[in-house]
């Protein structure tokens, strides 16, 4: 059974730094694209952003500059380093990656069970 599990959410001050872990476990075959969302309250989810297998990286404007996707292959890990937080980064933030279950054979997405972070004075 294949699991994402993230790690790293709290709390932080304005200004300061965050970085979110999710590492995929299980009967995984192979990964493809990687992805963080997240989710504030009252509002819908949003993509802040994606990584290809290849190390390709693509960000929601609002956070470009700031944070930093990156990924280890051999680890099947991604990661989000959040710098200059702001109160408007509060949210539940989720990891989602397409990958093979190699006791399913075929690629879909799976998801995190989320990590909260908040940022505030």
């Known amino acids: 059974q294949v699991q994402l599990v993230e790690s790293g959410g709290g709390l932080a001050q304005p200004g300061g730094s965050l970085r979110l872990s999710c590492a995929a476990s299980?009967?995984?075959?192979?990964?493809?694209?990687m992805r963080w969302y997240r989710q504030a309250p009252g509002k819908q989810r949003e993509l802040v952003g994606a990584?290809?297998?290849?190390?390709?990286?693509r960000y929601v404007d609002s956070v470009k500059g700031r944070f930093t996707i990156s990924r280890d292959n051999a680890k099947n890990t991604v990661y989000l380093q959040m710098n200059s937080l702001k109160p408007e980064d509060t949210a539940v933030y989720f990891c989602?990656?397409?990958?093979?279950?190699?006791?399913?054979?075929?690629?879909?997405?799976?998801w995190g069970q989320g990590t909260q972070v908040t940022v505030s004075s």
């Open positions: 989602n990656a397409d990958l093979v279950d190699s006791n399913i054979g075929t690629m879909r997405g799976y």
């Open positions: 299980g009967s995984i075959f192979s990964v493809s694209g």
């Open positions: 990584i290809t297998s290849g190390g390709t990286t």
